[in-house]
């Protein structure tokens, strides 16, 4: 979802997120195939994320693959992405992380708690890929996915993926 897309747009694809998260479906042939592609040392990264956050990142993931994607580093930060939210985040925390950020943004630099780790996600879950041993560029990929910078087509078709799921 891109800012040219418009309020409307956005509030529509939040409220289809919303809709999303109250009862995310994770089956047993998501996690065979995300323990595929992550391997033992990181598919047990994938299993502390909430359901709604396994979801979210295996249609990231999907996404890419659907549009031709092979980049393997870019794959295993599609499924790892939101590792650094934990499961300590809870739906009303994502509710009031988008309000502020629309409303009151500098309440979100001081926020902690739940709030907290959905500012810090990227680098949360960058430290956590960092101690699992996984690949430099999935660990640089995984704490820029929330930053909005030109240069890095990787990383532009990781928020580009994030953006549409």
């Given at each position: 979802?891109?800012?040219?897309d418009?309020p409307?747009?956005?509030?529509?694809?939040?409220?289809?997120?919303?809709?999303?998260?109250?009862?995310?479906?994770v089956?047993?042939?998501?996690?065979?195939?995300?323990?595929?592609?992550?391997?033992?040392?990181?598919?047990?990264l994938?299993?502390?994320?909430?359901?709604?956050d396994?979801?979210?990142?295996l249609?990231?993931?999907?996404?890419?693959?659907?549009?031709?994607c092979?980049?393997g580093?870019l794959?295993?930060?599609?499924?790892?992405?939101?590792?650094g939210?934990?499961r300590?985040?809870?739906?009303?925390?994502?509710?009031?992380?988008?309000?502020?950020?629309?409303?009151?943004?500098?309440?979100?630099?001081?926020?902690g708690?739940?709030?907290?780790?959905?500012?810090?996600?990227g680098?949360?879950g960058?430290?956590?890929?960092?101690?699992?041993?996984a690949?430099?560029?999935?660990?640089?990929?995984?704490?820029?996915?929330?930053?909005?910078?030109?240069?890095?087509?990787?990383?532009?078709?990781?928020?580009q993926?994030?953006?549409?799921?």
């Amino acid at each position: 979802m891109s800012s040219a897309d418009g309020p409307l747009a956005r509030a529509l694809y939040r409220c289809r997120q919303f809709l999303g998260a109250l009862r995310p479906r994770v089956g047993a042939a998501d996690l065979a195939e995300a323990e595929a592609v992550l391997g033992p040392a990181l598919f047990p990264l994938f299993l502390t994320m909430a359901p709604r956050d396994q979801r979210h990142c295996l249609d990231v993931y999907r996404r890419l693959r659907a549009g031709g994607c092979g980049d393997g580093d870019l794959l295993v930060a599609a499924l790892l992405h939101d590792v650094g939210k934990g499961r300590q985040v809870r739906l009303w925390h994502r509710v009031a992380y988008v309000l502020l950020a629309a409303l009151a943004p500098s309440l979100l630099a001081r926020a902690g708690g739940g709030l907290g780790a959905l500012r810090d996600h990227g680098q949360r879950g960058a430290a956590l890929l960092r101690q699992a041993g996984a690949p430099p560029g999935v660990v640089a990929l995984v704490a820029a996915h929330e930053e909005r910078r030109a240069g890095d087509p990787r990383l532009a078709l990781l928020q580009q993926a994030d953006d549409s799921c």
